[in-house]
């Protein structure tokens, strides 16, 4: 069943048209990865998904509902959650207040406080630390769990790997498979392709605020990613298969 | 009157500070707010309960009792439709809108009340006081304040890092952004604080009309009380405002210690020397 369905989404960034027409259908319990070079419209699409950047034109539709001029704050009761660019913890709070100020809407589903100290062991044991005091990979997981407190139906996560080593990333997108168990459905955006292919079931690639690739990686050839993601040889855009 | 009671005497009268500075510190703190109207806003509580002792002949604590929750009402509903709209014109506009309330709020007051200096009598109980060990005496309103004040902070402190509201408003002053993005309705958060911030003014205003005379434009010169105690504790800590209007009593105290005519003058004195070689404030902090 759609979850998500995105009808000819515009969104300007400033002046500049960052995402630019496009239309993406997300499934339940899918994890679908969108890649694409620096200033391709990613992080600006899932920040108009969020309620941060209000579209100019077009359509988001969640489970049949249109929630195109919803402000952020009611899409989380809606079931959407964003993991922000750059962690954004609340620098002043600890750990568990953290964790907490995503439950502040009381949105109920299968995360508490206790089923993310499961999810990522250490947490439990600093929960009393501000979270500044955190290492870059350690505030990923707690942006995480802040999200998933929100119980949401589809989890956006932008950018998990920037700033942080590969073995730290790797570990981090572990704990994936166990989210998308629970019933949520995964919306990554993710600049390491390699990382982005194995994780998702679906990829779409953006150039200039447009698809210009989407398939399934077992389908893809690296060879079509590197050409869609640079933008070489516009005739094999759109060619991948859904 | 000897050194000791001075300084007695100064910690009380900072309670009264810090409870007055509170809303401002608050205000700041969570929506980046200085409210010029801060000072007024007491005044205006202060002849509210005028009004309502002499109109209706309540007695003074179910006017206190009134006042101050009509104070957090008036406070959500200004947040909502005045300062709620200047804040996305940014923060020149808010500043310039809270400077015409306070012109506002004086005129407004002067026309109904005339220029007239006023007290607020409370009584036996605002002139009684109890002796401590023959040297210090302390007044049943000084100590009443003092209490109340602590009991405020206090109740806000709890408010701020025991309730999930109170979670977000403090997330809130961290990044408004991702504040919204875990669900928080900024209006409604801001609505929150500004009650916070009115209620305890409101309470502080009663205080000050109980102690003292006020009048109409009183108010401005009161405000700098406040900024005071907030710049000399430390801005965004409850617990340093606290500390700053005890440090800004006990100096205006020992100051009138001293001489009379230094009382005012003492405060200023510490509150340059803060800014000059501590600028962060005694207690560097972010807690609301």
Request: proline share 3%; glycine share 12%; aromatic share 6%.
């Amino acid at each position: 069943m759609t979850l998500l369905s995105i009808r000819d989404l515009t969104v300007h960034h400033g002046q500049l048209r960052a995402v630019d027409g496009l239309s993406l259908d997300l499934a339940e319990g899918e994890v679908l990865a969108i890649i694409g070079a620096n200033g391709a419209g990613k992080s600006t699409l899932l920040r108009a998904l969020a309620g941060l950047n209000p579209p100019t034109s077009g359509s988001v539709h969640l489970k049949g509902r249109d929630i195109t001029r919803f402000p952020a704050y009611m899409r989380v009761s809606e079931g959407i959650a964003l993991v922000p660019e750059g962690r954004r913890l609340f620098s002043s709070l600890t750990v568990e207040e953290n964790l907490l100020t995503g439950a502040y809407r009381r949105r109920p589903g299968p995360w508490s406080l206790a089923r993310v100290y499961e999810l990522f062991p250490w947490m439990a044991d600093r929960r009393r630390q501000r979270a500044a005091q955190l290492s870059g990979g350690e505030q990923q997981s707690v942006a995480i769990g802040r999200a998933l407190l929100s119980n949401p139906d589809l989890l956006l996560i932008d950018e998990l790997s920037l700033g942080l080593a590969p073995v730290i990333v790797g570990r981090i997108y572990q704990v994936l498979p166990d989210i998308v168990a629970t019933g949520a459905t995964a919306l990554i955006v993710e600049q390491d392709v390699s990382q982005a292919l194995r994780v998702a079931d679906r990829v779409h690639c953006l150039l200039e605020g447009r698809s210009v690739l989407h398939g399934r990686p077992q389908d893809l050839t690296a060879e079509q990613v590197e050409q869609a993601y640079f933008g070489i040889g516009a005739e094999t855009a759109g060619k991948g298969r859904d | 009157m000897g050194w000791l009671n001075a300084v007695v005497q100064g910690l009380l009268l900072g309670g009264l500070y810090a409870l007055f500075a509170t809303g401002l510190s608050l205000m700041f703190g969570v929506m980046r707010i200085v409210n010029l109207a801060h000072g007024d806003l007491a005044v205006v509580a202060s002849f509210l309960a005028l009004a309502l002792v002499s109109g209706t002949g309540l007695p003074l604590w179910v006017v206190l009792v009134v006042t101050v929750p009509l104070f957090a009402v008036l406070g959500y509903l200004t947040q909502r439709a005045l300062l709620q709209r200047s804040l996305s014109a940014g923060p020149l506009a808010t500043l310039l809108v809270t400077f015409g309330l306070s012109i506002v709020l004086q005129n407004v007051l002067l026309e109904i009340f005339s220029a007239d200096t006023r007290t607020l009598d409370g009584g036996s109980f605002a002139t009684g006081s109890f002796e401590l060990n023959g040297t210090i005496s302390v007044g049943y309103l000084s100590l009443t304040t003092f209490l109340l004040a602590c009991l405020a902070l206090t109740g806000i402190q709890l408010f701020l890092s025991r309730t999930g509201l109170g979670r977000m408003l403090r997330a809130s002053s961290d990044d408004r952004e991702t504040a919204n993005l875990v669900g928080a309705d900024s209006r409604h958060v801001y609505g929150i604080a500004t009650a916070i911030a009115f209620a305890t003014v409101a309470l502080a205003g009663l205080m000050f009309a109980i102690r003292s005379s006020f009048d109409p434009a009183i108010g401005p010169s009161r405000l700098i009380f406040a900024f005071e105690a907030v710049v000399i504790g430390g801005l965004g800590s409850l617990w340093g405002t606290l500390l700053g209007g005890v440090v800004l009593g006990v100096t205006q105290s020992v100051g009138a210690q001293i001489d009379p005519a230094l009382t005012l003058l003492a405060g200023h004195l510490v509150f340059l020397a803060v800014l000059a070689f501590r600028p962060q404030g005694l207690l560097a902090g972010r807690t609301t």
